[in-house]
């Protein structure tokens, strides 16, 4: 049994911050990459960011200069700092762990509004 909890969502406004949290844990081993991704009602889920376990990241061309994603191996856990936030970083956020195979969090909402 694999467990992968997100936390972190909420209701920001524009220019402002949040940083997202996920940790797997349960029966997981040798975790390769992790990632974040989002979704909007009737729209496929993109990826926002994957780093892998050496630490080589990725991002999507909306986020890159203001969203970071970091790990700590240690503790099975991917960040995701958001910065300079949009109104458009409005979705799901989905957290992604890549082992045997890929495992998804159960999402948290991002609200960037006035």
């Known amino acids: 049994q694999v467990q992968v909890v997100e936390s972190g969502g909420g209701l920001v406004q524009p220019g402002g911050s949040l940083r997202l949290s996920c940790t797997a844990s349960?029966?997981?081993?040798?975790?390769?990459?992790m990632g974040w991704f989002r979704q909007t009602p009737g729209k496929q889920r993109d990826l926002v960011a994957f780093?892998?376990?050496?630490?080589?990241?990725n991002y999507a061309a909306s986020v890159k200069g203001r969203f970071t994603i970091s790990r700590d191996n240690a503790k099975n856990t991917v960040y995701l700092q958001m910065n300079s936030l949009k109104p458009e970083d409005t979705a799901v956020y989905y957290c992604?762990?890549?082992?045997?195979?890929?495992?998804w969090g159960q999402g948290t909402q991002v609200t960037v509004s006035s």
């Open positions: 780093i892998t376990s050496a630490g080589s990241t």
């Open positions: 349960g029966n997981i081993f040798s975790i390769n990459a």
């Open positions: 992604s762990v890549d082992a045997i195979r890929r495992y």
